[in-house]
């Protein structure tokens, strides 16, 4: 199924203010570009060759008579092509080149307006539909999981639940949960919302991890309307750091993580036994498992929502585990990690930026832990969003992934978005997920 639906680039550049998470367009800044590429999609089929309107405005007025510099290059890849040209009325038309195998090229600009440089990038698809992840499924993937799923069976669930009352709303009751998610006792903590005096057997279960890094869960109320709209919602972290901890308690066991903001997705990556993220991908499992216990579930939806990281893990989640009845992915990150073998993009975190990440034995562990690869086993119905701007988790990788499902899937395509998602898009999810609730 092609992606169904486009945002408009003009709409997106007025509301783009309405969400500030993590806000990549240059907002309340002098200066604004504009770009604008030949085919109002931004897509295009291998061998033909977009050209590019350029805009830079100051104050609203178009900056003349600028000389921009520019590079071109595939997506996340070294430049190929460089140039400048004069803005003329604050416009210019730049071509891009073409392809001759999908994926997507990246025009990235730079001026000089009043002594400061402003810098801006647009990326456009060449047939991206008929991008083909290179990560290959290992042979013995599916028996791999599910050995690993049945030692999980064996531990015992084990949970607490504790009132945290200053999350609490006049809709929804809010808990403090400690997971045991491994028969090691590790556990993790998540806070838990439910609709306020919910019925038995009345509440659709949605489960969303978290995005990538060190880090507890600092915005539980930024997604409170799914309680409010009678979802029992569970927000998790992967690391088992208690998001009651002091800043100077979380500060002291952070540098259990070598002090690196991601270090943990190196972490054991030489064996797929021993890789850091087993623990974590069966975590969300065991939270299914608690979450299925609540007597407000409903016994039918169980539903994964989440964004890079935690888009990966939501389609993880959804390939593990049979009981997951839908699937929402904001840009999911490790995806088609080993993608620049091929010589194009690979997913976050990009490991092969790092010297000494491109081993035999690196690379078969990577392939048990990719995103493509549980893509390939969804069973439910998928909702997937990405922007082609991303240089977090590109374009090229989320195709890959899009493009490997096979069960019921729609797509939110929104060109000009970095590494975020407007409030409307967020809201959009919800709505969705009601949409298809059985």
């Known amino acids: 199924m092609k992606p169904l639906r486009l945002i408009n680039l003009i709409t997106l550049i007025i509301f783009s203010h309405l969400y500030l998470f993590a806000e990549n367009y240059p907002y309340r800044s002098d200066v604004l570009w504009v770009t604008v590429p030949d085919h109002p999609d931004w897509l295009y089929k291998t061998g033909e060759n977009p050209v590019i309107d350029v805009q830079l405005y100051k104050y609203g007025v178009p900056v003349d008579g600028a000389k921009v510099t520019y590079e071109i290059g595939g997506d996340m890849m070294p430049a190929d092509s460089k140039g400048e040209t004069t803005l003329k009325n604050g416009r210019a038309s730049i071509k891009t080149g073409t392809m001759k195998t999908p994926g997507f090229r990246d025009l990235r600009l730079a001026a000089e307006v009043d002594g400061k440089v402003y810098k801006h990038h647009i990326k456009v698809g060449f047939s991206p539909e008929k991008i083909e992840p290179y990560t290959k499924m290992p042979a013995d993937f599916d028996s791999f999981w599910a050995k690993n799923l049945e030692e999980l069976s064996k531990v015992p669930l084990d949970f607490t639940m504790t009132p945290a009352p200053k999350y609490t709303t006049d809709k929804m009751d809010c808990w403090l949960v400690n997971l045991t998610v491994s028969k090691q006792g590790q556990s993790i903590y998540g806070y838990l919302f439910i609709p306020k005096d919910a019925k038995p057997g009345s509440c659709p279960i949605v489960l969303c991890p978290p995005g990538a890094g060190i880090k507890t869960i600092k915005e539980p109320l930024r997604h409170r309307y ?213």
């Not at 991908?281 to 890079?308: H, K, M």
Request: contains cysteine; proline residues 5%.
């Open 226 to 438: 799914y309680g409010e709209n009678g979802c029992i919602r569970f927000e998790m972290e992967i690391h088992g750091l208690n998001p009651e901890m002091t800043d100077e308690a979380f500060k002291e066991i952070s540098k259990a993580f070598s002090g690196r903001e991601n270090g943990y997705l190196q972490n054991g990556l030489d064996n797929k036994d021993n890789y850091y993220m087993k623990r974590v991908y069966l975590a969300c499992v065991r939270a299914i498992d608690f979450l299925t216990t609540l007597p407000e579930w409903d016994r039918r939806n169980v539903i994964l929502q989440g964004g890079s990281q935690g888009g990966a893990l939501a389609i993880v989640t959804a390939g593990l585990d049979k009981r997951v009845t839908a699937c929402v992915a904001n840009h999911p990150a490790l995806s088609d990690m080993a993608g620049y073998k091929a010589g194009r993009a690979g997913g976050y975190p990009h490991f092969f930026r790092v010297d000494g990440m491109d081993t035999p034995e690196k690379l078969n562990t990577m392939a048990y832990y990719d995103v493509v690869n549980f893509a390939r086993r969804l069973k439910c119905p998928v909702y997937m969003t990405w922007g082609y701007n991303d240089d977090t988790c590109p374009p090229t990788t989320s195709y890959a992934v899009y493009n490997v499902i096979t069960s019921p899937k729609e797509a939110l395509i929104t060109p000009i978005n970095e590494h975020w998602t407007s409030e409307a898009t967020e809201r959009g999810h919800l709505d969705w997920i009601l949409d298809h609730l059985q």
